[in-house]
């Protein structure tokens, strides 16, 4: 049974060889974000941002969750820096697919190393150009209200 555990677990970025198979569901990797033990929650936030470009549609259930580890809200005071800018990473992507960009630039910003605009990856590109777009847009808006 153990071994079936850790070979399942494998993939999720929860310890053990990787698995070739991708994940079907996020569901697992997001009831670890309410263990009390930091490092579960810190592997699934890992797991977690590599598979959120394809399930973000049910990460997105855990947005307030996310948004707390992040900003180290009530409850979430014991992560530690890495952990929070993964949860803002993670929650500025989900903001991404949901086409806020707002939300999502201001998370992108607060998750550290995780938003390169200087060398994205080619599968980040849409990404980064949008949340890029959306600091123009808010800064074009801002001088524009300072001329009004």
């Known amino acids: 049974m153990a071994a079936a555990v850790a070979s399942a677990s494998g993939g999720l970025g929860l310890g053990g060889p990787p698995s070739r198979t991708p994940i079907a569901t996020a569901s697992g990797l997001l009831a670890l974000l309410s263990e009390p033990d930091p490092s579960l929650v810190r592997r699934a936030l890992t797991g977690l941002l590599a ?46 697919h949901l086409e806020e960009p707002r ?7 607060e998750s550290g190393g995780h938003f390169d605009v200087m060398a994205p990856s080619k599968a980040d590109g849409p990404y ?21």
């Open 51 to 96: 598979v959120v470009d394809t399930l973000w549609h049910e990460v997105a259930e855990s947005l307030p969750d996310l948004e707390a580890i992040a900003e180290g809200g009530e409850g979430h005071e014991s992560h530690d820096g890495a952990a929070r800018e993964t949860a803002a990473a993670l929650a500025s992507r989900v903001f991404f």
């Open 103 to 109: 939300q999502a630039l201001r998370l992108a910003l």
């Open 128 to 148: 980064v150009e949008r949340l890029v777009n959306a600091a123009i847009e808010e800064y074009v808006s801002r001088r524009a209200r300072e001329f009004d």
